[in-house]
């Protein structure tokens, strides 16, 4: 997957665009909020990781997945999988009728812990599995999907009902996942205390590092042979069949990275927050990521960032200030951003804000950037073809 010579990694827009979103998070952030409000804006970034893998299978590859809180629980559940082992010690609980396994488990009379649980006491396979589980799951259903030309709609339906299978069966298995209640009481990692104050702070800081390694592979996809392939197949999808190349392989592997980059989010939610539940698994917070892509701009890895930290920072401050009408104000800031910025932010800041700043700094006449150029297919065959 090699970059086309004729574009650049970085346009010159871009890279204002990731230098001000790299000040944003390190440095503006970080001296303006308490640890409280930086650990809420650092659970935040973990779900712009969904955010911009959405935009690579939404905006670029035309797939609408209703379902990515499957991928950001795996990850999730992985990570506290390895965190509630450290913190179920035999002495931690002496007390329990079977020492030596998490408390759930005691509680719903397990008497050992099961065989799947047993590689999680390594951190390094959990760092593993926090990303392969997601992918794997992601390709079986990428293979039987895609396979068989299931797009559109129907596949939109279909993973969300994945979503709902999951979270039923986390649910129904509460002596195996912790049930309604998710895995909690996560204190350790290695012996570091992520509940601290410290901890805290730092986990923020390698949570946006992540975050920018993550986008700095989205933005490779997106200047690759790949990505132009993905935004000929969206627009053109038989053509590009005709032309011979394989679709379903090229959605399965944008599919299968959206959910990696979910599975790395998932993971660091439970180490930011400190606790793994269902209700971050169903069909609402898997439709409430499809809204940080689309008020963010669909077609903008960046705005898929900056969509994610807006809807949350709404949503936390309307649940704050009126309880009882925060749906509806968040529901009119989604309808509000949608009706009149199609290309959500992302669209705002290239088709009013740029121009204006052009006209002012003499620099150009002013015309609107287009947020994501098209691709025809016979630029796409000479791409491939170099």
Known sequence: MLIDRKSRFLTREEMIGFAILAVVIFLVLP?????????LFGKYLTYAFVAVGLVLCWGAGGILSLGQGVFFGLGGYGMAMFLKLEASTPEATAIQSTP????FMDWNQLTALPWWWEPFHSLAFTMIA?????????FIIGVAMFRRRV?????????????????ILIIGQQGFTGGLNGITDLRTLKGWDIRSDE??????FVNGALLFACLFVAQYVRRSKLGRLLIAMRDQ????????YDVASFKVFVFCLGAAFAGIGGAMFTLQVGFMSPTLVG??????????????????IIGAVYGTLLVNWAKTTFSESFPELWLFGLGALFIAVVMAFPNGLAGLWSEQIMPRLRKRTGGGNGAPASPAPVAGLSEV???AAE
């Open 237 to 244: 999808e038989d053509r590009v069949r005709f032309s011979g």
């Open 100 to 103: 030596g396994i998490p408390d």
């Open 381 to 383: 065959r000479k791409a």
């Open 199 to 204: 901890a805290k702070e730092i986990l923020y």
């Open 31 to 39: 001296l303006a909020l308490d640890t409280f409000r930086l650990n």
């Open 151 to 167: 797009g559109g709609v129907y596949f939109a339906i279909i993973t969300q009902a994945l979503a709902a299978i999951l979270t």
């Open 283 to 300: 069909i609402v917070p898997s439709i409430e990521m499809v809204i940080f892509a689309a008020v963010g701009g669909r077609l903008s």
């Open 130 to 138: 926090v990303v392969i589980v997601p992918v794997a799951v992601a």
